[in-house]
């Protein structure tokens, strides 16, 4: 009796384990941050969205916080039509207050899919006589510019100069500096020696010359994964763009069930891809063969 018990109970563990593991893989996928819209590369939870995407975003206390190696940053939207994700830094300096802040700079492998768009200006701040930017960076001097109409000029009229110690344009090293961000390829402040920045980006086709009313925050252009057609399939059969999280290969998840092609091809009884652990199974094999053999 004590054996069958046993038994019973190996076998109850093992497909409660089994199930669990099929839930967590083929369960939903979020949509939804707040007000910010999850969908395909992106994903918040592990399994869903595409791989090189991988906890690149994530939700907290429903706001949607974008994080890089240089530092988390809040996503304020992203438009999955122009492949545009605007993101703000609360440490980067706005018009209204200035910030001790990092700078903005990306591992090489998200660099490879992920850039701020021509669209933004940095501002660069406060920065030494011997930063790259003015003895050559690098291995030329980066003038100070305004990029796509907005720039220092404006932005020394903005009541967060009052106390930071606002020189005149004149001076040299120049208090602020504009300059894209493909000029020099990473914010990275403490590299430059810089004390701050300020990044303001065009959200209309009209420009806005008041810089108390420039969108604040870091633009950015991402692409889609050269295997993206598998997710259009995937979604074409109604089920949800994800990935293998142990081999980092596309998953269709489907209702209940996965599939390396999608939920019109694939099904439990013709080559569905469930994701378990072998060894479950064998110990809920061998869980039966005991009962049997009792």
């Known amino acids: 009796m004590i054996i069958t018990m046993v038994a019973l109970l190996v076998v109850m563990s093992v497909g409660s384990q089994i199930g669990d593991v099929g839930a967590a893989m083929t369960g939903g996928c979020r949509t939804f941050c707040g007000n910010i819209t999850v969908d395909y590369p992106f994903g918040i939870e592990q399994g869903c969205g595409h791989p090189k995407y991988r906890d690149l975003v994530y939700c907290i206390n429903n706001v949607m916080m974008f994080h890089v190696v240089s530092g988390s940053y809040e996503v304020v939207n992203i438009d999955y039509g122009f492949k545009l994700l605007d993101i703000f830094d609360p440490k980067m300096s706005t018009c209204a207050s200035m910030h001790k802040s990092d700078g903005f700079f990306l591992e090489d492998a ?9 669209d933004n200006a940095f501002m660069l701040l406060g920065c030494s006589k011997a930063s790259p930017l003015f003895e050559g960076f690098p291995d030329k001097h980066l003038p100070c510019r305004n990029v796509t109409g907005m720039g220092c000029d404006a932005f020394y009229d903005c009541p967060s100069w009052v106390g930071f110690g606002k020189k005149s344009k004149a001076t040299r090293p ?5 300059i894209p961000y493909s000029s020099i390829g ?4 403490s ?3 810089c004390y701050s920045y300020a990044t303001a980006y065009n959200s209309a086709p009209i420009k806005v010359a008041n810089p108390r009313e420039w969108s604040y925050g870091i633009q950015l252009s991402f692409s889609l994964p050269e295997d993206s057609d598998f997710c259009k399939s995937c979604k074409a059969s109604k089920g949800v763009c994800g990935y293998d ?11 209940g069930w996965n599939s390396t092609t999608s939920c019109d091809t694939g099904n439990p009884s013709a080559g569905a891809t469930y994701n378990y652990r072998p060894e479950l199974f064998y110990l809920l094999f061998a869980g039966m063969l005991l009962i049997t053999a009792i």
Do not use: I, M
């Open 186 to 189: 990473s914010l990275n402040l």
């Open 245 to 255: 999280v142990v081999k980092e290969s596309n998953l269709c998840l489907c209702d």
């Open 110 to 118: 998200r660099a490879r899919y992920l850039q701020p768009t021509p």
């Open 174 to 178: 120049p208090p602020c500096c504009g």
């Open 191 to 193: 590299r430059l020696q």
